[in-house]
């Protein structure tokens, strides 16, 4: 017979097992800098500021871009935002095992915290690393890549999809 104690033990232990078995991984943070490229004011009818559109850029990765659109609680925190602030910036990646890859959000900008609308369409990011297409010495045209490779993702991790 099995006594209480052992049950008890042996249960959390057995999920836990279950789980990494699964896959299962809990949201990884991370901390970098951004820097604002664009800024956006969304205002109701009393002129009121009711939500605020960025363009950030990773410090630490360049050619990485994160577009969103902050709450009005965000904006009256945040004060006054300009092209050229750089920004403490924290950051959470959490596996979607629906999906097969992982989500990373904004969590908080500068002082303020952050919390993305899921439906909001204007908050994505993208990664494009551009060079331009040389021909017999003359540059006819540019070539983007926006896969996100090795080493981009060894620099800033919170980029990894897969």
């Known amino acids: 017979m099995i006594g209480p104690m052992r049950r008890t ?33 969304f205002k109701d009818d009393k002129g009121q500021l009711e939500k605020l559109g960025l363009e950030l850029v990773y410090a630490d990765c360049p050619d990485a871009r994160r577009i969103l659109r902050a709450d009005k609680s965000f904006a009256a925190c945040a004060g006054r935002i300009s092209p050229g602030d ?31 609308d899921p439906k909001e369409e204007a908050n994505y990011e993208m990664v494009s690393s551009c060079s331009d297409v040389v021909t017999t010495g003359a540059v006819v045209g540019v070539r983007c890549d926006r896969t996100r490779n090795q080493e981009l993702v060894a620099k800033c991790p919170w980029l990894r999809r897969k």
Not at 10 to 28: N, R
Not at 88 to 106: N, R
Request: proline fraction near 3%.
């Open 86 to 116: 750089k920004l403490e910036t924290e950051l959470v990646s959490t596996w979607q095992s629906e999906k097969g890859s992982y989500k990373t959000e904004v969590v908080k900008l500068g002082k303020c915290a952050l919390k993305q």
């Open 9 to 41: 033990v042996g249960l959390p232990l057995a999920l836990a097992l279950a789980a990494a078995a699964i896959g299962c991984e809990s949201p990884k943070r991370f901390t970098t800098t951004t820097e604002v490229v664009q800024v956006e004011e």
